[in-house]
């Protein structure tokens, strides 16, 4: 099947920056979006970025000009640089991919296992 695995998570001060990567593996026959998503303490799981295989992006406006979401579909990898980072953006973040293994008949939602954020003020 289909693993994601996130890194570069930590934490940073206000107005600090940090990039997350997410590599999938596994048996992959495609990949069509690939997103980033974070769950707040007590907070419902949100969409940050997604991009889609040809390059198209989508922001949260809340982060909109600060956060910039990229892909390489050769390593079957997205990224997402956050600058100017808030205390807000504390969370879990999660990278969600839309994917298809061999074997299986259509794309299906994979997460990883989430990676923590914390700004502090």
């Known amino acids: 099947q289909v693993q994601l695995v996130e890194s570069g998570g930590g934490l940073v001060q206000a107005g600090g920056s940090l990039r997350l990567s997410c590599a999938a593996s596994?048996?992959?026959?495609?990949?069509?979006?690939m997103g980033w998503y974070r769950q707040a303490p007590g907070k419902q799981r949100e969409l940050v970025a997604a991009?889609?295989?040809?390059?198209?992006?989508n922001y949260a406006d809340s982060v909109k000009g600060r956060f910039t979401i990229s892909r390489d579909n050769a390593k079957n990898t997205v990224y997402l640089q956050m600058n100017n980072l808030k205390p807000e953006a504390t969370a879990v973040y999660y990278c969600?991919?839309?994917?298809?293994?061999?074997?299986?008949?259509?794309?299906?939602?994979?997460w990883g296992q989430g990676t923590q954020v914390t700004v502090s003020s």
């Open positions: 596994g048996s992959i026959f495609s990949i069509n979006d």
């Open positions: 969600n991919a839309k994917a298809k293994w061999y074997g299986d008949s259509r794309y299906r939602d994979y």
């Open positions: 991009i889609t295989r040809d390059g198209i992006t």
